[in-house]
């Protein structure tokens, strides 16, 4: 299986790492999640992991703040008329919504003003604010936007209006003469939290303006940072947390209306439920009409209408999954028509008459299924207006900053942004960010990469485990849901289930660990993964509830077949056959422990003449378990120490007869590298050839006899003389014979020389140690033998995988 992922497992300081959990009287695996978010201090984990409302900052630290503050109630104590100007999407919606109440609540007489996606574009534009005038507005209050608006800005000011920016986004090297700007990541401002969205810099401001914290305003920040993919630490955890725990005890009418049309009424809602539910139907809205739907929505009291406000967008949501769906698929046909768009490091793909509104959505899905920064541009005649999304490692926004002379408007940060040009620049475009992208992007970082938090026992796993992990929720951007790697698990069963076998269920253990594991959408992998006896997988635990039950289980990210795999091939009923069929597919390298087999199994492999090059290797295995290459085109595996250093076997491993010892068998287990398929091949057929060298090593009583009858007729003889005599199967025979016989008075040795003891009396042959001790020996083999053949498919695996894991010379992955 080829690896499509690459598996980074956290690494820190263990002593850094204790220390930490010491300090916060956690569990070091849960001290190392909390590094994994960049928490390394002390003071600022503990904040994390006991969050508090007084964690939230002093609006006023924001530079500006004072400022715009002042101006408002400026405003609102002269009945000035307040435009709240924000932007499309959901957290332009939310901040649009919170921005209004807050200001009605303060007094202001309001209204709001969302651009129209399509006529107007993003942001702040010269004729929506030479209408503002005309209105009779005095004061506009950008959300979520404006950043970048110095020419609008300075139209505002030549029409006597001020204007107070509220935004989030990256701010260029000129910034707007506004009024007030309200934006952490300004130079020279002093706000802690750097990574608010724009609905977190419009509570900031609600704040202030307030006097308190705005807790009936927490439900729609929380939509808007959540939504927004802000990284869900420092104030934005604060948000998320106290917003999703109103949203869950008393949800505001439209909210409540959302809850009820996404088939969520009497759940817990969480923040996955905002990613995956609430944001797409609020983004809906502006995708194809207006905004301002999605904020009546959220401001409105009036159940019916929030009712049919939420049906609407509910509507507009599975209509814009059925367009982005198409324009995907029209995106693809184009990238496979010319592969060359697949050399390059960045996707800019165009189109005329494309949904601008949907776009945004279809670059991401492209980065998922080619990892590469995408760019999704919409013709419209002759300008182009695209949408963005790119990958770790490559930072968008500074990378169109240096096309900037090709934009008519771009913004944006490191992993997404919006922009337009003119259609004949889109080819230039795509070459300039391909070299910038080559300068920067390895061959590595094209590999799409999963982030495991840590790597576990399967007998870790408990429900206590999980719940404290569940003690770091909400999970989102920033804090993502915490992955998993198991590694050497069993694979009990594998199937696909749910409507056409569209998901991957499986059931895997370790010890007496079990655990049961879901993927959706990746039922097709189910025969491959049948094909591993054990694997590694990666994923993110939970407790799964079914008809009032609880279970551990993973929700499955990737898997892959584990380094050492063994295979019960014991039962093929011609092991010839099967090492010949074997042959033809792969490399092997087979071990024999008896050098009559040497030559059978060489023959199999077609090693003869054995001087030809051969893919394949046959080894021996001596008595104390060492190894050599006896037959093929190259020389054994060795390390760097020497000569004299171990022969180390990997890749498909045959072990294809019955051992001499149980200590024989482990030692070869000890030669095997840290990634090898082993197949146990040996069987009945072996055991018969056992049993006839279990004769020759434990003679019976008429061959004792025949060889004292010998001593006899010669009076003396060596015991060379002796062996001349007999089958050479019976030579180690003759002996062993020899040395019970001087053992029990039968025989007298001189040197080398043998003598009759006719004095000796009868005695029993079970009264010589020697021969009880062989006798237990054969024995003990033979029980040996038993357990190697007879035993199940699974006690056969499970004891090899036993003597792997006390084998120090075995390296387990």
Known sequence: MKQTKRWMAAKHDPQFLEQLAVELGVSPVIAGMLLRRGLTDPEAASRFLHPERSGFYDPFLMKDMEKAVDRIRQAI???????????????????????????????????????????????????????????????????????????????????????????HHTPPQVLPEAYAILNPKQPDCGYPDKMLAGVGVAFKLAQALLGELPEEFLDLAAIGTIADLAPLLDENRLLAIYGLQRINRSPQVGIKALIEVSGLSGKDITAGHIGFSFGPRINASGRLDSAAYAVELLITEDEERARELADFLNQRNQERQEISGQIFEEAVVEIEAHPEMLTGRVLVVAKEGWNAGVIGIVASRLVEKYYRPTLMISITDGMGKGSARSIDGFHLYDAMAECRDLFDHFGGHKMAAGFSLAADRIDELRDRLNRTASEVLTTQDMIPKIEIDAELELSEVSMEFVREVEGLAPFGFGNPGPRFQLNGLTLERCRRVGQDGAHLQLVVRRGAAQLGGIAFQRGEEADLINEWQRLDLVGELNINEW??????????????????????????????????????????????????????????????????????????????????????????????????????????????????????????????????????????????????????LLPDRKVFAGIYNMLQDLQSCSAAEIRKRMPPSYHDAADFILSVFVELGFAVQDGNTYHVNKGTGKRPLETSELYQTRLMRIEAYMRVIDSLIETSNEQAVAAVYEWLYQSEGVQIS
């Open 547 to 696: 008809n009032g039950k609880q279970s551990l289980q993973i929700q499955l990210s990737d898997w892959r077949p584990n380094g050492i795999q063994v295979f019960d091939r014991r039962r093929v009923e011609d092991k010839r056959r099967w090492l010949e069929e074997q042959a033809g597919r792969k490399d092997l390298v087979v071990v024999c422990f008896h050098q009559e087999t040497v030559a059978e199994a060489a023959k199999l492999l077609e090693l003869y003449p054995w001087q030809e090059p051969h893919r394949h290797r046959v080894y021996l295995a001596d008595p104390d378990g060492e190894i050599r290459l006896v037959c093929s085109d190259s020389l054994p595996d060795r390390n760097t120490a020497g000569e004299d250093s171990a022969v180390w076997l990997s890749g498909d491993v045959v072990f294809y007869d019955l051992p001499l010892s149980i200590e024989q068998y482990q030692a070869v287990l000890r030669r095997l590298q840290a990634e090898f398929r082993l197949y146990l091949i040996y069987g009945a057929t072996d055991k018969v050839w056992v049993e006839q060298r279990k004769r020759t």
């Open 77 to 167: 104590a002269n009945r000035e008329r307040i435009m709240v100007y924000g932007d499309y999407d959901a957290d332009g919606a939310t901040s649009t919504s919170l921005m209004y109440l807050a200001l009605r609540k303060a007094g202001g007489q309001v209204e709001y003003y969302i651009p129209d996606r399509f006529e107007e574009g993003y942001g702040l534009n010269g004729p929506a604010i030479l209408q503002a005038k005309e209105r009779g507005f005095d004061l506009i209050v950008t959300v979520d936007n404006g950043i970048s608006a110095v020419e609008e800005v300075r139209l505002a000011r030549n029409l006597g209006l001020d204007l107070i920016v509220t935004d």
